[in-house]
């Protein structure tokens, strides 16, 4: 199976900071990388697929980066309804996997 | 745009089946595979396999084969997962996924199972 790292393995922050979030495979994964937002209680809601292509809807202060077994998100500057938590996830190959998960919170 | 709506919370004992229902709407149902990822509490979710758009394939993770099984009904927009043999450690928040593809688009609001003697 893939596993998948996320760094740091928590976050704070304030509102307008830039933060980066990566996440670092045991393989390389060909960009087959996706990047959710997770609030408590409730669904992943997906961000970025592709390794760096923006999902419909989504802020345009989200974005993505990265190749082979390293990536990254970047978030341009807070907002508030961007603290909560982050999962990568690769579907280079089943079974799939998710990071462990980085929670932003508030400085 | 479409949603996902999921069957309710469901508390068994150990040893019994649970089966967790997604009703689609909104979009055509029968061209997006659907996946189940479950999500133990303050853990990372996790996959659990995938059925084919048409209902005709599944693949199932390793980890659940001989315990799990996927159907579909597309005439009802709708897919089912029904999981055997339950534990304690199958405690979990279970939710469908629409693949899009690799990636998951749209969820369903999550089914909480609860395992307990």
């Known amino acids: 199976d893939i596993q998948l790292t996320q760094s740091p393995s928590s976050l704070s922050a304030s509102v307008g900071d830039r933060v980066t979030i990566t996440c670092r495979a045991s393989?390389?994964?060909?960009?087959?990388l996706a990047w959710y937002q997770q609030e408590p209680g409730k669904a992943p809601k997906l961000l970025l697929y592709?390794?760096?292509n923006l999902e419909s809807g989504v802020p345009r202060r989200f974005s993505g980066s990265g190749s082979g077994a390293d990536y990254s998100l970047t978030i341009s500057s807070l907002q508030p309804e961007d603290f909560t938590t982050y999962f990568c996830?690769?579907?280079?190959?089943?079974?799939?996997?998710f990071g462990p998960g980085t929670p932003v919170d508030i400085k | 745009q479409g949603q996902i709506v999921q069957s309710g919370a469901e508390v068994k004992k150990p040893g019994a089946s649970v089966k967790v229902s997604c009703k689609a709407s909104?979009?055509?149902?029968?061209?997006?595979?659907m996946h189940w990822v479950r999500q133990a509490p303050g853990q990372r979710p996790e996959w659990m396999g995938w059925?084919?758009?048409?209902?005709?394939?599944?693949k199932i993770s390793q980890k659940f084969q001989g315990r799990v099984t996927f159907s579909r009904d597309i005439s009802a927009s709708t897919v089912h997962m029904e999981l055997r043999s339950l534990r304690s450690e199958d405690t979990a928040v279970y939710f469908c996924?629409?693949?899009?593809?690799?990636?998951?688009?749209?969820w369903g609001q999550g089914t909480m199972v609860t395992v307990s003697s």
């Open positions: 996924a629409r693949e899009t593809p690799g990636a998951f688009d749209m």
């Open positions: 909104g979009y055509r149902f029968s061209n997006y595979a």
């Open positions: 059925i084919t758009a048409g209902g005709d394939n599944t």
């Open positions: 393989q390389d994964i060909s960009n087959s």
């Open positions: 592709a390794a760096s």
């Open positions: 996830q690769q579907y280079f190959t089943t079974p799939y996997t």
